[in-house]
């Protein structure tokens, strides 16, 4: 204490200001690092949420792909056929363009695994979708009910099957995706001094 006290005031000025300076800088580095962190993390979430909102999407418009074949089979005029149709192709046209964009991402091998099972089941799934679709037009347009009986059946046998993979597929990708955005943002906060809910 003596040393300090032997000081001449312009000194212990000089001294207390180049101290502050220095621990402004120790914290300005510090809060550069937090940001830079949760500027990684902040992109992290938003390429997952475009990930899960993709799966999500394409899990939809497969439901309504469905529904579109459902009530081809329950309606008997042609007009009001075509036009279920021509939704089915294009909600298959959407979920083709989301596979596009999803396929452009940089993703992982579970990912891509899940990606390449929704796309084999989707695709299984719009031929035999397309084939009922003309086998009820064709019903529809002779008023044959012998040929609906058989869409049917076709539709129960053949094509209700192939919707379990794709859905179940969407379905899990898109919870594991949710979870790892869960612990991103859970990994990420504490960090800053946030504290995450």
């Known amino acids: 204490m003596k040393a300090w006290r032997d000081l001449k005031v312009r000194t212990k000025i000089f001294a207390l200001v180049a101290a502050g300076c220095l ?11 937090n940001m830079r962190a949760l500027s990684n993390s902040v992109k992290e979430a938003n390429t997952g949420m475009e990930r899960v909102a993709g799966f999500s999407g ?8 469905r529904l579109a074949l459902v009530y081809m089979l329950a309606m008997k005029d042609a007009e009001k056929i075509a036009g279920k149709e021509q939704e089915f192709l294009k909600t298959a046209d959407r ?10 991402q940089e993703l992982t091998d579970g990912d891509k695994k899940s990606l ?19 086998q009820i037009k064709a019903a529809a347009a002779k008023g044959d009910e012998a040929g609906r009986a058989e869409a049917v059946a076709f539709a129960t046998q053949s094509v209700a099957p192939l919707y379990d993979t794709p859905a179940r597929s969407s379905h899990r990708w ?5 979870q790892e955005l869960t612990g991103c943002t859970k990994r990420t906060w504490p960090r800053t001094g946030v504290r995450s809910s």
């Not at 394409?58 to 309504?64: G, N, P, V, W």
């Open 95 to 104: 979920i083709k363009q989301i596979l596009g964009d999803l396929g452009k």
């Open 58 to 65: 394409m899990k939809s418009d497969f439901l309504e792909m």
């Open 23 to 33: 621990g402004l800088v120790v914290l300005g580095a510090m809060a550069l690092n």
């Open 174 to 178: 898109c919870r594991k995706i949710s």
């Open 116 to 134: 390449a099972e929704f796309r084999g089941g989707f695709e299984s799934y719009m031929e035999k979708g397309t084939r009922l679709a003309e």
